[in-house]
């Protein structure tokens, strides 16, 4: 059976209603949400079709309905409409981004703090990640005193220095040409492939100065691996007290549990950087426990690599509408000051 207008206008105003309430949905409450001259009785007809169809739920035998998982998954793909911010939401964002942010932390601590301020939800944020991005350029130069300055370059436009020591016997000529050898081979490499492509460097001529060519891999590596990211930062756990249903201390546990498995929102998060969007909804989460629970995520870039992700995580009676609105918008501000943070410290 299709839902034709009747019922899909019901439907909707069952969903924002428990939305806005959390109390069961009756036919006299709908009745007066719909622009339709329908009687209570036709309206109970078609709740229990809609009932029927697997779109709405009675808790109790004398309760009214409350929407199922497939009518929250319904409601996102076809109901609601994609909205923009007002202005005042908007400023309300753009005022955690005002202050001087000169560290990817400090953007991430903003973000985090955003996020759940503004959708009043609990906030999820990953950290960069730099495994996702390929090497561009590698430079040595000399700086006396049988020291180099190595400078990596990579394809988000990242940049990362240190300090490594030389043999006395490299000038600069020499690190000039190492550095170009470096580039050619190594450019268009990712992390992974980085210890096969180091191997293929050491060859021939440059046997002689394994030793260097394998402190120069660990820096390089190190500093690729500095920020890889695993951490997720939270903001706004609390949030969730201000949901009636999370009064009962059980669900209320169990929602905290689920907080506390940082590799399976870790794991969650980082496939998610594979997707521009998504709105997962209780069951279609792998993880059973998070099954009372929605999670909205979208990522971010530094200039034109997408390198990390973020959302948030609340009950699956959650104001998509609105959420989905903060998230797109808060896409694009994140990734506009993470590029010029990152164009910041490459000026320094």
Known sequence: MALDRRKLMILKAIIDDYIATAMPIGSRTVSKKIDL??????????????????????????????????????????????????????????????????????????????????????????????????????????????????????????????????PESMDANMLFSISQMLT????GCSISELKSRFDSVVEGEMQRHRQFFST????IEEELNTDKGKDVVYSGAKNIFNYPEYNDIEKAKSFFKVLEKKDSLYNMLQNATNVEF???IGNEIEDEDFKDCSIVTATYK???????????IGPVRMEYNKVISVINYMGKSLSEIMTQVNNYKNLK
């Open 37 to 166: 001259d329908l009687s209570s009785a036709t309206i109970r007809n078609e709740m229990y079709d809609l009932e029927e169809m697997g779109y709405l739920d009675q808790p109790h035998t004398s309760a009214g309905r409350v929407p199922s998982q497939k009518a929250y998954r319904y409601y996102v793909d076809q109901i609601i409409k994609k909205t923009t911010l007002s202005a005042e939401e908007a400023q309300q964002i753009n005022s955690y981004f005002m202050q001087q942010l000169n560290e990817v932390e400090e953007v991430i601590a903003a973000t985090a703090k955003a996020l759940s301020d503004v959708t009043n939800y609990t906030s999820l944020v990953l950290k960069p990640q730099l495994h996702k991005i390929n090497i561009e350029h590698v430079q040595l130069v000399y700086i006396g005193h049988g020291n180099a300055l190595l400078v990596i370059v990579t394809d988000a436009g990242l940049v990362k220095d240190t300090i490594i020591e030389v």
């Open 184 to 187: 050619k081979k190594l450019h």
């Open 216 to 219: 120069l891999f660990n820096a």
């Open 302 to 312: 530094v200039g034109d690599k997408t390198v990390g992700s973020f959302g948030v």
């Open 278 to 280: 998504t709105v997962k």
